[in-house]
């Protein structure tokens, strides 16, 4: 994996002489901010060509280039400085801007690093919140019973049962035995109650049927074998014979 640079991104550093800091003012805090060991310092400024030529801040006005100057002070514990790009003795152009707070000093972030900043934490937080979301709507769904295990019971299931029409159940066919026991059944009631009407077709007047009667025995007839009936019920019963005695045997 490559090396990164820490000069590309200098928003998340910071840095302190912890020398400096008790005597920090608005005369020495320029002194301070152009230490070697200071990240946000660029040697090739105008103020390090003034430095090694001795000579006073008043003359960066003359130079063209990369300068540092002191914007605000607000003793004795915040300093900002510009870094910006002199043109002419009136026109510069700003490039960042560094604040010091009780002798640490952090670069200003520009207003393009905020938006986006803020715009990848709204989406990140955004994202984490639909994904917390889903995860506990999922979980009120869950049911466990330790005979069944883990299953899914979602609410729409029972509106879906109840919307869908109730179908009947299928009666199960008789069996062969039932079939013919009503058949015999039937002829049986017929025989013993035969129909007077009959309709030879769908929306016809039905017909008398005309039913044949058996003829009955005589009187005399029934009355003589109900006599014969009486007497045999009336004649006794021949004596039951006793067992046989048992004789001895002889030996």
């Known amino acids: 994996m490559a090396s990164v640079d820490f000069r590309d991104n200098l928003l998340g550093i910071s840095w302190v ?18 230490d070697r060991s200071n990240p946000f ?54 490039l960042a801007d560094y604040y010091i707070i009780a002798g640490v000093v952090y670069q200003a972030p520009d207003l393009g690093t905020v938006i986006s900043s803020r715009v990848v934490k709204i989406f990140i937080l955004s994202a ?22 883990y299953w899914w019971h979602f609410k729409d299931h029972e509106e879906r049962e109840k919307a869908k029409p109730k179908t009947k159940k299928k009666e199960e066919p008789s069996s062969l035995f039932q079939r013919h026991r009503v058949d015999t059944l039937l002829l049986d009631l017929r025989s013993k109650f035969p129909p007077t009407f009959y309709q030879p077709k769908p929306g016809e007047k039905p017909i008398p049927v005309e039913v044949k009667k058996e003829p009955e025995p005589p009187t005399e007839t029934v009355k003589q074998e109900e006599r014969e009936q009486a007497t045999k019920s009336s004649a006794p019963a021949p004596p039951n014979k006793p067992p046989p005695e048992k004789r001895a045997r002889l030996q």
């Open 17 to 34: 002489d912890s020398n400096w800091v008790p005597g920090l003012n608005p005369g020495n805090v320029l002194e301070y901010f152009s």
């Open 41 to 94: 310092y660029d040697r090739t400024c105008n103020n390090e060509v003034v430095k090694m030529q001795r000579l006073t801040v008043d003359h960066l006005n003359q130079m063209v280039g990369v300068e540092y100057i002191l914007l605000h002070a607000q003793e004795p514990i915040l300093y900002i400085i510009r870094k910006q790009q002199r043109q002419s003795p009136t026109q510069v152009v700003p």
């Open 128 to 149: 984490v919140h639909g994904i917390q979301s889903a995860f506990d709507e999922a979980m009120s769904y869950c049911r466990y019973h330790p005979s069944k295990g």
